[in-house]
């Protein structure tokens, strides 16, 4: 499938990312298209009526080969979003995540002051490493 799509994309001349919910799909592009910017899509696979067995809802839910595929960003389902893979990915591999299906206007305004508050706790961070750097080059 991957083949059979890059044989169409790779005349087109615009900006695209791809994005899917299978690691394979990404496995795929780093190896065959390593200049495609490629996103995980995620969800709580428990969450959800997909009859995957519980090992792969387990690895697709939590982005356990995340490491494998070097996604350049995650999408993770908005209303799944807090969990400790979604922190993970966030924290400490500094991973770009972006949310889906808002649908609502409420999970509009929530998404917005979730982004707002993470811009002002990067700022606050920016501030008191200045500080430390500020007072150790005293």
Known sequence: LCEAVFKRLDNYTGDY????????????????????????????????????????????????????????????????????????????????MVGWTLRTKESQKEAEKEETKEEVREEEKAEREAYYLDLVGQ
Request: aromatic share 14%.
């Open 17 to 96: 990312c791809v994005e899917s919910f299978d690691p394979r799909v990404l496995m795929w592009l780093k190896k065959n298209r390593p200049n495609v910017v490629r996103g995980q899509l995620c969800q709580n696979f428990f969450k959800t009526k997909d009859k995957l067995n519980f090992f792969i809802k387990l690895l697709l839910t939590n982005s356990l080969l995340n490491f494998l595929t070097k996604p350049d960003f995650v999408a993770y389902n908005f209303s799944h979003r807090k969990n400790l893979s979604t922190t993970l990915c966030k924290k400490l591999w500094k991973m770009q």
